[in-house]
Every structure is written in C-alpha cells, then in structure tokens.
C-alpha cells in the first residue's frame, strides 16, 4: 500500500506560480501511476495532470503549456509545477495513485489549498 501527502498550497496573485508536491511512502513508488485532482467549491472533481510509471504524461487542456507534473522517483514525490496562474485555478488539489488502470485509485492523499487572488 502507498500513502500520500501534498503539500505547496498556498496563495498567489494571478500570474504567479506554485510547486505542489505528492509524497509517498510505503513501497515500490515506481510502478504507480499519479493522478492530480482539483476541486473547487461547488464544482465537480477535474482531473488536473497524469503521469504513468514510465513518466508519460497528460494534461487537462485548461493547463497544458502552464502546468507541468514530473516524477523523481529516489525522492518518492510526485511534482505540479504550476506557472501562470489564474483565479479559476483555485481549487483544493489531491493527488492519487494508481496500477495499470487509471480510474481506479488505490490511494489518495488529503488536499492541499491553493488560491489564486490580487
């Protein structure tokens, strides 16, 4: 079994920019996939970025060009590299683990806040 937490969160002024990051423990980190979720208040959860075990990636579209995920795997952290940010990126973000098929989680972590606001 994995365990997950996020932390990075945080407040920014539109166009600014915040790292999250997803660590791990437990064992072999490497053959899980991670998702980054985000909900924001009264909307529903949007998968944000993936990134499998071989680090192929995806993105949201919303995000591509902004967002950036990336994995080092001897740190067992999962990273969200977000650049450019906007008010409708705020959201509580989670990140999520996952084998082989992506829709099923195996474990998630407990949210990190991120608000973007002049």
């Known amino acids: 079994q994995v365990q997950l937490v996020e932390s990075g969160g945080g407040l920014v002024q539109p166009g600014g920019s915040l790292r999250l990051s997803c660590a791990a423990s437990?064992?072999?980190?490497?053959?899980?996939?991670i998702s980054w979720y985000r909900q924001a208040p009264e909307k529903q959860r949007e998968l944000v970025a993936l990134?499998?075990?071989?680090?192929?990636?995806n993105y949201v579209d919303s995000v591509k060009g902004r967002f950036t995920i990336s994995r080092d795997n001897a740190k067992n952290t999962v990273f969200l590299q977000m650049n450019s940010l906007k008010p409708e990126d705020t959201a509580v973000y989670y990140c999520?683990?996952?084998?082989?098929?992506?829709?099923?989680?195996?474990?998630w972590g407990q949210g990190t806040q991120v608000t973007v606001s002049s």
């Open positions: 990134i499998t075990h071989g680090s192929l990636t």
């Open positions: 437990g064992s072999s980190f490497s053959i899980y996939g």
């Open positions: 999520a683990a996952w084998k082989g098929d992506k829709s099923v989680f195996i474990s």
